[in-house]
């Protein structure tokens, strides 16, 4: 029982750190005062966590609060802007997509980079890639902190292994081990849909919601046309990635057909990631089996909404309302029961996206607190 104490406590410890660095990052500079008012913690609580931060550099000082009237200034806070950046990856089939993000969650820069085989030559390849980005833009403020990554795959985060990659033929590759060498930083790997979640969880469309369902849906040129393929999901489950007993949770594509979707031509593509471009009769097929795919996971999961992301950048309102017509219409029925479909606020660069934030919490946590996150979302040395 004493046990199980102590690590709620380390839990809620690391909670209300990343909750304060979130609004420092997103919202600040803010006071003591503006940060209780928003988090809700006591004082005293507060009192530590911001005394920490400052005393390892994290957070700085940045002028007081100009506030009409009586009484004492409020003392603003900010993460520091020079502290440091991270580098965030999303492997797309036979090219990487790259995100540098400051030590305020600030996008610096996007970068694309083809693979080449074999693919065990990754992480120089990166590094070599970050070292010419470097060379040619200069070095951002700090030091690069952390670096994220997310590809197809059942991975195991805690330990940064890849345990198994149809994709890439790949079968326990120590792939955390090999870029944490190459960068002589902490390294995160997870499974691309889930870097994408955490993404929409922590700054995207799904932050209002506990329990969610990701969607990451991609499109491979295939002659004239292209392949719409799901390759894969990630569920949010009371505010957490849900892993499966084996970090297997999400493998959809099992469950679907070779080229289950089916093709789309280029002007279909466009068609789908305009808001408002006009959802045609020849997209209501697609539609149809998107919303098919969604039913048995809504009822067995039952979760509040659902986000659409990856590459198609399906954004078009029409096709949106569609799907979760559909969906809602086929899903058991149960009161007060409504499932919203929503776009991606990242789309097609959610992975590295969300690779790049969960290396950034990671780089500001403190020590004590650092093991719950990295076990949460992973986590090499």
């Known amino acids: 029982m004493q046990h199980t104490w102590k690590m709620n406590q380390t839990e809620a410890a690391a909670m209300n750190r990343q909750l304060v660095l979130h609004l420092l ?11 209780a008012e928003r988090t809700g913690l006591r004082s005293s609580s507060l009192t530590y966590i911001t005394r920490d931060l400052i005393g390892r550099g994290v957070v700085r000082t940045q002028g007081k609060l100009d506030k009409p009237g009586a009484g004492k200034k409020q003392v603003l806070l900010e993460v520091d802007p020079h ?7 999303g492997i797309e089939g036979d090219s990487a997509s790259l995100v540098l993000l400051d030590c305020k969650g600030q996008v610096i820069d996007r970068d ?18 970050l070292d010419n980005w470097v060379a040619r833009r200069g070095t951002p403020p700090g030091q690069l902190l952390a670096v994220g990554l997310g590809m197809t795959g059942v991975i195991d985060p805690v330990c940064g292994v890849v345990l198994r990659s149809t994709r890439f033929n790949l079968q326990n590759w120590k792939l955390g081990e090999a870029l944490a060498e190459a960068f002589g930083v902490d390294v995160r ?44 999901s990630s569920m949010f489950i009371n505010g957490d990635v849900y892993r499966g007993a084996c970090f297997g949770a999400g493998e959809i594509d099992t469950i679907l057909e070779r080229d289950h979707y089916g093709c789309v031509s280029a002007e279909q593509l466009l068609v789908m990631s305009s808001p408002e471009g006009d959802f045609s ?9 998107i919303s098919a795919t969604l039913v048995p996971i809504v009822d067995l999961l039952d979760p509040s909404a659902i986000i659409i992301g990856g590459n198609l950048s ?20 149960v009161p007060n029961r409504h499932v919203s479909i929503r776009p991606s606020l990242f789309m097609d660069h959610g992975v590295p996206m969300g690779a790049a934030i969960a290396a950034l ?11 719950m996150a990295n076990q949460a979302m992973g986590v090499t040395s």
């Open 25 to 35: 990052r997103n919202h600040g500079p803010l006071s003591r005062r503006q940060l």
């Open 83 to 89: 502290l440091g950046w991270v580098l965030g990856v």
């Open 112 to 129: 694309r980079m083809a693979l080449r085989e074999p693919f065990t030559l990754l992480p120089q390849l990166l590094k070599t890639r």
């Open 189 to 232: 790997i997870d499974n691309d849909s889930n870097f994408a979640a955490f993404a929409e969880a922590k700054e995207g469309n799904a932050q209002d919601e506990s329990n969610f369902l990701y969607l990451l849906i991609n499109s491979d040129e295939k002659g004239t046309e292209y392949a719409v393929q799901g390759l894969g």
């Open 281 to 289: 009769q020849d997209l209501y097929q697609l539609a149809d089996r």
């Open 314 to 333: 399906l954004t078009n309102q029409a096709m949106i309302q569609n799907i979760e017509e559909q969906l809602n219409a086929r899903i058991v029925p």
């Open 361 to 371: 919490d990671m780089a500001l946590l403190p020590s004590e607190t650092g093991a």
